[in-house]
DNA sequence: TAACAGGACAATC
DNA sequence: GATTGTCCTGTTA
């Protein structure tokens, strides 16, 4: 285990400056669209270190590459300091060896002859790395805030309920094609999730352990980044990217409804558009794509593994005469409209 | 065959 | 009571 980054999309193919082998372009996470379809996850995804990998290092690759991202003059780190809680206790350790292995960290020695080229474009280089590491953590957190969004659960692992923990896993299976694991972590807190080793996940799931495994530990050092960042805020709305979104139901901790949980996935394009798109967003006009994936995904947010398309239209139908979704006038299969447009 | 329309009833809040 | 999940029959593209 620990030798699988999560991005087999985004490892190859794009030249990587040199230095930069831990950073996966453009994006951390993985976007479903990129990613390959649902079956056996292929082997051998790349892992890219900037340092040799330390095969006795319990690090897996995913959680070291948020860490070495994390940029030391980041909004987080100008508002906190000191090293991650208990919560992510090895991505702490990796943390400060990652970033001292980045290539901003000039070596002692480089930059102070005369060579004044060098220097000028090792700053150029520091500033674009900064840039990029700053889009990809912000990236990061943006994903896991719609996440939160859509299965209604906190952003701070500890803090989910043997049900929340179901949600992720169902979640993270779907959206990383992860072998389905039944029930293996059923009954388990949040707290307790946290408190187990990737060997323990592995047993429990011998076939995706180790990411589920990895992905905890992203979601732990986000929890923690941006309890640096904004003490006390750190479970449903500590992000701004919602903010300009019209429906933010789950901040209201009110159920949400189908019309919020389709404009909410409509609003993600970057994550959801391969399954729900707009034609026409002035008129409120969209269209499923996936009408398999759309029904899955209310069915996990709503906790109704039973969840279909077939039953799901059926409550976009119950909107009709309440007039919140109609079909347009030139009808056409799996497209809908929105009375009300944004 | 899948999507669609809508009736009926149940479950949940 | 509102919402929506579930099951159903029948229709349409």
Not at 49 to 61: F, G, I, K, N, V
Not at 153 to 169: F, R, Y
Not at 184 to 206: H, I, N, T, V
Not at 283 to 307: C, H
Request: glycine share 10%.
């Amino acid at each position: 285990g620990g030798s699988r980054a999560l991005e087999p999309a985004l490892s190859g193919g794009m030249a990587v400056p040199p230095g930069l082998t831990a950073l996966p372009p453009p994006l951390a996470w993985p976007d479903p669209a990129l990613l390959p379809p649902r079956g056996p996850r292929p082997r051998g995804w790349a892992v890219r270190r900037a340092q040799p990998p330390d095969p006795s290092s319990p690090c897996h690759p995913s959680a070291c590459t948020l860490h070495m991202l994390y940029p030391e003059d980041t909004a987080w780190a100008t508002k906190g300091a000191g090293e991650p809680p208990t919560a992510a206790p090895r991505a702490g350790g990796r943390r400060r060896e990652g970033t001292g292995a980045m290539p901003h960290h000039r070596q002692p020695g480089l930059g102070a002859g005369p060579e004044g080229d060098l220097q000028g474009s090792l700053h150029l280089e520091e500033h674009s790395l900064e840039q990029v590491q700053s889009m990809v953590v912000g990236e990061v957190l943006k994903d896991i805030e719609t996440a939160c969004k859509l299965l209604n659960i906190a952003a701070d692992p500890t803090d989910w309920s043997p049900g929340n923990v179901q949600k992720w896993i169902l979640w993270t299976e779907h959206q990383y094609r992860l072998p389905q694991i039944g029930k293996s972590f059923q009954e388990l807190s949040g707290k307790d999730l946290c408190a187990m080793s990737e060997e323990q996940f592995c047993q429990r799931s011998p076939g995706c352990g180790d990411i589920l495994h990895a992905h905890l530990d992203i979601w732990k050092s986000a929890a923690w980044m941006k309890e640096k960042a904004a003490p006390g805020d750190v479970r449903y709305c500590g992000d701004t990217s919602w903010a300009d979104s019209e429906v933010d139901s789950s901040c209201a901790g009110q159920p949400i409804h189908l019309w919020q949980f389709l404009k909410e996935l409509l609003l993600k394009p970057h994550n959801y558009g391969r399954f729900i798109r707009w034609l026409n967003k002035d008129k409120g006009i969209f269209k499923i794509e996936d009408s398999a994936q759309v029904a899955r995904l209310w069915g996990i947010r709503k906790n109704r593994p039973a969840m279909n398309y077939d039953k799901l239209s059926r409550s976009i139908r119950q909107y009709y005469k309440k007039g919140i979704i109609r079909k347009p006038d030139i009808s056409q299969r799996l497209v809908y409209q929105f009375v009300h447009p944004v």
